[in-house]
C-alpha cells in the first residue's frame, strides 16, 4: 500500500480517501441485493401461499388426517392405494369424477381453443364497430362463476326456462331436459363455458396475432399464396407460442371445474357430472377427511402435470 502511495505521489496523484474501498464494496452489495429486494414480496407470497399449501398438503395426505378426530396417526401412502384398490370406499367415486372431468376436458378444449382463434381473425380485421364487438366477446367473462351458474340454471330449466320456451316457439322440442339427464347436460356444462370464457382466449390470440409482422403477410400476398395458405404458414407458425399458452392454460381451467356443474347441473343426473374438484371438496369439508382429500389433489396435481409437460413436449418438438 505504501508504495502505490509513493507511486501515486511520484506521479502527481492525490491517494484515495481512506473509506473509499469501503463505501465501494457497500455500493456494490446493495446493488447486489436490488433485485432480491424487488422479488421479496412475490417470494414471501408464493411462500405462503403457493409453496406451504403445496407441502402440507403432501404432509396431510400422508396422515389419517380426519378433523373429527383428536388423533391423526401416520399411514404413509394409505390414501393413495385407495384410490387404487377397487375394495376401497373411495375408489369408485373417484374414478367417476374422473371419467367425467376427463369428458368435460375433451369436449371443451377444442372448442375453447378453435372457437377463439375465429373470432381473434374476424376481430382483427378492420371494420365499423370493431370496437365495440371486441368489448361485448369480453364481457361475460368479467362475470363470476356464481353469476353464471344461476342465470344458466334458470335459463336452462327444462319447465320453466327461456331456452325450452324459444325452441318451441319455432317449432322445436320443448322440453329438453339441458340439466338433468345426459347428454344434454354436458351440452350445457360445455356450452355455457365456452359462451362464458371464450372471450379472454379471443383477447389472448389478438395480441398474438397483432406481434406478427405485417410484412410477411404482404411478402405472402406477392408470392400469391390463397388466404388459406396464408393462415397455415404465417398465422399459425406465428402464434404457436401463444397457441401453447392457450391450449395449456385451458385445460388446466377445464380440468379444474367446479362451478358450473355444481350451480348448474347439481351434478345430475345422479352424480355423473360430479367433477374431481367437486369430490375433493365433499371429501375434505363434508366428509371431514382432510388426508384422503389431500391424496386426492396431489394425484391429480401430478395428472395435469404430466399432460402439461406432453403439451410443452409436442410443442417443443415442432418447432425443432
Known sequence: MADVIEVGAARGDAPPPAGHARRRGVTERGHRATPYLFLAPYLVLFLVFGLAPILFGVWFSLHQWDLQLPNRPF???????????????????WWAAVRATAIFTVLS????????????????????????????????????????????????????????????????????PWVTDVPWAWVSLVGVTV??????????????????????????????????????HVTLPGLRPVLLFVLTTTILASANVFGQSFLITQGAPGEQTRTVVWRIVDEGLRNYDV????????????????VSIVNFRLFRYRED
Open 75 to 93: 399411514v404413509g401412502l394409505e390414501n393413495y392405494r385407495d384410490l387404487f384398490s377397487s375394495d376401497s370406499a373411495d375408489y369408485a367415486d
Open 109 to 176: 378444449v377444442p372448442l375453447l381453443v378453435v372457437v377463439p382463434l375465429g373470432l381473434a381473425l374476424l376481430l382483427n380485421e378492420k371494420f365499423p364497430g370493431r370496437t365495440f364487438f371486441r368489448a361485448a366477446f369480453f364481457a361475460p367473462y368479467v362475470l363470476g362463476v356464481a353469476v353464471i351458474g344461476l342465470l344458466w340454471r334458470f335459463l336452462l330449466d327444462a319447465n320453466l326456462g327461456l331456452v325450452n320456451r324459444l325452441l318451441g316457439a319455432v317449432g322445436l322440442p320443448a322440453d329438453t
Open 195 to 232: 359462451w362464458w370464457t371464450c372471450g379472454f382466449n379471443a383477447v389472448i390470440y389478438l395480441a398474438g396475432l397483432q406481434d406478427i409482422p405485417a410484412e410477411l403477410y404482404e411478402a405472402a400476398r406477392v408470392d400469391g399464396a390463397s388466404a388459406w395458405d396464408r393462415f397455415r
Open 291 to 306: 388426508g384422503q382429500a389431500s391424496a386426492m389433489s396431489v394425484l391429480f396435481a401430478l395428472m395435469l402435470a404430466v
